[in-house]
């Protein structure tokens, strides 16, 4: 997708979604109540139809070719963008997905296992080191320093005599 | 004038209580090295580190960010010097001249420069702070709902006005910001408000470090690696005492260019939207104009470097003014400060002087701290900082994802919010490929339910009468000027697009 035809769909899907907060917004009284100024809804409803106006308008000025964008025809997003920043954003997501499953911690070992040693391919040494080292720094902050438990799902029973040390 | 020295002599000295100084020092170090990386700025760097705040009390908490601040802005030098590329936006104009100098061998006296310009701006502007902020918050004492809600308005038209960045796709990013901001409880009313499929994690908002992460840690990450493709090579940087001091001697080549490039700074940074990197490039401008050998800027003069360095500090300094006196931020770092003076319980705006003033003049105090044990810890650790610069993006990058991520689900600890955090920085990704401007939004979702709350309060008072704003003068000159600040950049684009239109066929012909 050239970055014209991607200006032109993100500003359709934009418009749309300021739809969509509109509607969601009318739910409420969106309406002037006398004596008392705008309702419960009107902020965010004429905040959203202001975000569908200027969505109209980068279409009109898409459609006129006047912003830089709608004259570019360069690609939106080269291959190696693609995996650069697809394997960043892939690697989050399998971070926060398997933090559900597995809890935060063992999800960050393996987050950092397959950031350092397959996509940086640094020395196993190195690997062990940052995989353990930096959720260790993690749980020594925030659950003994900050006490804000991060969540652990089912291996929190893992962790019950470390809190019997913490705690004791 | 006895009253304020007594008053800063107090923040100096809470300032220099064990706590407090060691978070300037630790805040500056750490602020030196978020500067320094490339990609990541003072705003990052505040933005990540905030939520570890709730350790200390809200002082040395405001002291460690401020430091933060304050040493990113030293730090955005380095990379520019060494690596040619700059560490933060506030740091563009200093690759101009400071990359040419480190090429032709002379990275430590560019480095050095900068460090003492840094130091000359931080502490002109300091100081003007400290002169200016006393006043200005007893004059905003007479706002009431409407002016605040018009000072709010002026702040959003200056982003509109001064960014400089696409007007329909700037205005989309404000709203945004505000209906983020508008999600959860109505705060007049109670009622749930925009709660998407009854999720419940939508009922206690959009905290605005849930946006403030995902734009400035993920999505800046992943912008950073999309341009430098994970690739760096730092110039090699030696530095003795001997040298430093033979450096430091230099200063008389470039004091002028330094003080007029911290006083602009100082001026620009006060202005919301205008902030740290207008300043850099206005400043590195003025020395060029008026400098004897303006040929010679680009290829390695000196005060290329040292004039948008003392500008882009001063600026940093300028932008808490709004922030603490009118409870306005002058440039997203301050939007994050402020944010976090709310979560700390504190009211940012002219009765911050009088309610809580050991915390103001200790963050003044700090900023007087933070900029001496910044030009030390700057000059001394010049090639630490280079030798961490040359980190590989596959360690830097998965260690800044993992504080994004736990950094993001600290202040309300649900992973509703980390997600949401993760959508907001691919989303903010793929709009600033577009030229959406995202610092907007952040500055929107922060003041988004203050705007609100002075505005329906504002209505109540005049039983539902809009005329409120125009009619009281203060917040009818906000108006005035707000509306003056959208529609001369709109003019001058609709002038400059008729004349291209108009010449066009002359030259066709």
Known sequence: MTVKTAELVMAIVLALCSIGLMIKSAELNITWIEGRGPGSGAWPFWLSAGMLLCCLLTLYRWIRRITPESRNTDLYMTRETVVIVGTSAGAILFLLAATHLIGLYFSLMLFLLFYIKYVGRHSWALTMALTIGIPVFIFCLFEWALKIPLPKSITEPLFYPIYDLMYS | ?509
């Open chain 2, 1 to 509: 004038m006895g009253e304020i020295l007594g008053l800063l002599g107090a923040g100096l000295l809470q300032a220099l209580e064990p706590l407090n100084f060691s978070m300037i020092v630790l805040g500056v170090i750490l602020g030196l090295l978020v500067g320094a990386l490339p990609g990541l700025g003072s705003v990052n760097g505040v933005a990540i580190l905030l939520p570890i705040t709730f350790l200390v009390p809200p002082t040395a908490a405001i002291m460690f960010l401020a430091a933060i601040y304050y040493g990113a802005m030293y730090g955005g030098a380095i990379s520019s010097i060494t690596l040619g590329i700059p560490g933060a936006s506030t740091a563009v104009a200093t690759v101009f001249d400071g990359r040419p100098l480190a090429v032709s061998g002379k990275a430590d006296k560019a480095l050095t420069a900068a460090a003492v310009a840094s130091f000359i701006g931080g502490t002109i502007s300091v100081i003007l702070f400290t002169l200016f902020a006393p006043p200005l918050a007893e004059f905003a004492l007479k706002f009431g709902p409407a002016e605040e809600f018009s000072l709010m308005v002026l702040a959003f038209a200056t982003f509109i006005g001064l960014g400089g960045d696409d007007i329909p796709k700037t205005i989309f990013s404000i709203l945004i910001g505000l209906v983020l901001a508008a999600i959860g409880l109505d705060i007049i009313s109670g009622q749930p408000r925009m709660i998407f499929g009854d999720i419940s994690g939508f009922m206690h908002g959009i905290n605005f470090l849930v946006l403030a992460i995902g734009i400035y840690g993920i999505g800046e990450m992943l912008w950073t690696l999309e341009q430098t493709k994970g690739q760096v090579t730092a110039h090699n940087v030696k530095l003795s005492l001997k040298e430093i001091i033979k450096d430091i001697k230099d200063v008389k080549e470039y004091i002028g260019t330094t003080t007029l490039g911290s006083v602009l700074g100082y001026f620009v940074g006060t202005l919301p939207a205008a902030g740290a990197t207008p300043a850099s490039l206005m400043s590195y401008g003025l020395a060029k104009t008026f400098s004897k050998e303006p040929e010679t800027f680009g290829t390695g003069n000196v005060s290329g470097v040292a004039a948008p360095e003392a500008a882009n500090n001063a600026a940093s300094t300028g932008s808490m003014l709004p922030m603490i006196t009118l409870g306005i931020p002058g440039s997203p770092t301050t939007a994050i400060l402020l944010g976090g003076m709310i979560i700390w319980g504190l009211r940012p705006g002219p009765l911050l002087f009088t309610e809580h003033p050991d915390f103001v003049w200790g963050l003044i105090g700090s900023l007087y701290v933070a900029n001496l044990v910044t030009l030390v810890i700057n000059l001394l650790f010049i090639p630490l900082f280079v030798k961490i610069l040359t980190l590989p993006f596959t360690i830097l990058a998965p260690t800044i994802y993992i504080l994004c991520v736990v950094g993001g689900y600290a202040p309300t600890q649900t992973m509703h919010d980390v997600w949401l955090m993760f959508l907001f920085g691919v989303v903010g990704y793929l709009l600033r490929k577009l030229d959406y401007p995202v610092a907007p939004a952040v500055l929107a979702i922060v003041l988004g339910p203050l705007a609100e709350r002075s505005m329906r309060q504002s209505l109540i008072s005049s039983q539902g009468d809009p005329l409120i704003f125009f009619e009281r003068p203060i917040s009818l000159t906000c108006i005035l000027i707000a509306v003056a600040l959208i529609l001369v950049p709109v003019y001058q684009k609709y002038k400059r697009r008729k004349n291209a239109n108009k010449s066009e066929p002359e030259a066709e012909s």
